[in-house]
């Protein structure tokens, strides 16, 4: 595979010199282009079209939002690595449901953003040397990790699966009532399976108190 092309959008001189020579140490990439606002920047990369784009969120004539949303709407076929200062939930949350495959916090250390790169180097070069991938293909590149571990007796695969995949997909904490009128299970036996993944250290257990009685368990993957 050839070197991915990167295009970088600063508006800070020091930042950008500093994030060009953290680019030139890794292998593998090759700087396209550089802005310092949103409207040079959309039309350069509108033009160029780089794999990568490394975008700031603060620029001074528009948003890194903003500017992402523009090159959605446009289908630029770019991968997008925010770079930024904003760390408020919100912000960080958007740019995740908007397809960034990464949020560095301003100021990082080389070794994030090579970390970065090179994940997004790996998992590129995988998906140009495939026509077609399976679901453990797609597990690693999304960073799940299969657990491995042996099964107490009363328990299997199959049903641990269905409940992990469930708790997956519904993203929020959830209880043991709600996760087994989901999947359509007693709730006793969900309860027993997710009990057991908490002890693994794959589900996080929280307790959230009512007016009266016991707290009531709520489960989320970790």
């Known amino acids: 595979m050839s070197n991915l092309s990167v295009f970088i959008v600063e508006d800070d001189p020091m930042v950008l010199e500093v994030n060009k020579g953290f680019l030139n140490k890794i292998n ?87 970390k970065a790169l090179q994940q997004y180097k790996n998992s590129t070069k995988k998906l140009l040397n495939t026509n077609a991938v399976n679901q453990e293909d797609i597990d690693k590149l999304l960073g799940i990790q299969q657990e491995s571990f042996e099964l107490p007796k009363g328990l299997n695969n199959i049903t641990m699966q269905q409940i992990l995949d469930s708790l997956m997909a519904h993203r929020a904490s959830i209880t043991s009532e709600q996760l087994a009128q989901n999947v359509g299970m007693a709730r006793v036996t969900v309860r027993k399976y997710l009990d057991f993944l908490a002890t693994k250290g794959t589900v996080n257990i929280e307790l959230k108190y009512g007016s009266v009685g016991r707290p009531t368990k709520y489960y989320s993957i970790k």
């Open 28 to 114: 593998g990439f090759q700087l396209v282009g550089e802005s310092v606002n949103g409207r040079d920047a959309y039309e350069k990369i509108i033009s160029k079209k780089p794999n990568l784009i490394l975008l700031d969120m603060f620029l001074p004539d528009m948003t890194g939002m903003e500017l992402f949303l523009k090159l959605r709407a446009e289908r630029i076929p770019s991968d997008i690595i925010m770079i930024t200062a904003a760390r408020d939930s919100p912000t960080v949350q958007e740019s995740l449901r908007l397809g960034a495959i990464d949020y560095l916090i301003k100021p990082f250390r080389f070794e994030r953003f090579e």
